[in-house]
């Protein structure tokens, strides 16, 4: 856990990696890391996390796609 780092502010941290692939990953994570990821809740930030993870990830099949 880093001290002045939130909770929230480590899941959108975790979402932009792409370390964590859903959610579920993200609190699973929060909570081995020392956080309160009861906080992570609601419609709108679960958009929010779920957009970044799947930016990341396409990015990351873009990155890795084979050249013609």
Known sequence: MQPNTTAL???FELARCGTCTSIKEIKRRLNA????SDV?????LGQQLRG???AK??????QHRPSP
Do not use: H, M, N, P
């Open 9 to 11: 502010e480590r899941a």
């Open 33 to 36: 890391e020392g956080y309160w």
């Open 40 to 44: 992570i809740e609601g419609r709108q």
């Open 52 to 54: 970044l993870i799947e």
């Open 57 to 62: 990830a396409k990015d990351s099949l873009i």
